[in-house]
């Protein structure tokens, strides 16, 4: 299976910065997900994107989250203003139309200083 | 809403040996699908298993099975002959699919550390 792939693998930033992080879903899959999980704690559901909008979000996906597939590739999520609790690992994962199964990337840690 | 448990925070096991690790979830659904991640200190999410609601047979994915009983809501996973590389944390997580499939969110527990032992 090819893989998702996240980029950057660690970001570190001050507080009330904006991020964006970046990921590559497989070439044929159809719908993405992110996923956050706060060190030691499990994994949330953020958000889910279909057909070039947002299908799902999640209470933790506030005004301050946004995600977009820009260029039909890249599948991004932007924290506008971080918080000190964003710091987490966060997860892209993506599937394709029939099969059920998601498949992560690798993840970004992301610190908020 | 649904939600999943998993009771025991960790686990130890010899190398070679069998370790049977639990998962409960509550849920009003019929149709659903379960799934075991592993997460190794690599932190990589990494899918084991996974089980369709509609079947009845057992999934098995070479050492990996599950034992899935509906009815009691349970989805255990089995490890046989475990080695040094399964040691990480293990997700128990479950889906609804919908009728679009684009609302197919993973619903995680809170994971067990499992630890081989050499």
């Known amino acids: 299976e090819p893989e998702v792939t996240q980029t950057p693998s660690h970001q570190v930033t001050q507080m009330g910065q904006e991020v964006i992080l970046r990921c590559v879903p497989i070439s044929n899959h159809l719908y993405f997900y992110w996923y956050r999980q706060i060190l030691g704690q499990k994994v949330e559901f953020l958000v889910s994107f279909y057909n070039n909008e947002i299908s799902e979000k999640s209470e933790i996906f506030d005004d301050q989250f946004s995600v977009e597939r820009p260029d039909g590739s890249n599948f991004t999520l932007k924290i506008r203003s971080t918080k000190l609790e964003d710091s987490a690992m966060y997860f892209c994962a993506a599937r394709g139309g029939k099969a059920y199964e998601q498949y992560f990337g690798p993840g970004t840690r992301l610190t908020v200083t | 809403a649904q939600t999943v448990t998993q009771s025991q925070p960790e686990m130890s096991v010899q190398e070679a040996e069998t370790v049977t690790l639990s998962c409960t979830y509550d849920?009003?659904?019929?149709?659903?699908?379960l799934f075991w991640y592993k997460q190794p200190p690599s932190r990589q999410m990494i899918l084991v298993i996974r089980?369709?609601?509609?079947?009845?047979q057992n999934a098995t994915e070479n050492r990996f099975s599950v034992n899935f009983q509906k009815a009691a809501k349970s989805f255990s996973l089995k490890i046989s002959d475990s080695q040094l590389g399964d040691t990480a944390m293990y997700f128990c997580?479950?889906?609804?699919?919908?009728?679009?499939?684009?609302?197919?969110?993973?619903?995680f527990g809170k994971g067990i550390t499992l630890s081989v032992r050499p």
């Open positions: 997580a479950f889906m609804k699919p919908d009728l679009t499939g684009a609302n197919s969110k993973l619903t």
């Open positions: 089980q369709e609601a509609y079947k009845q």
């Open positions: 849920t009003s659904e019929n149709n659903y699908y």
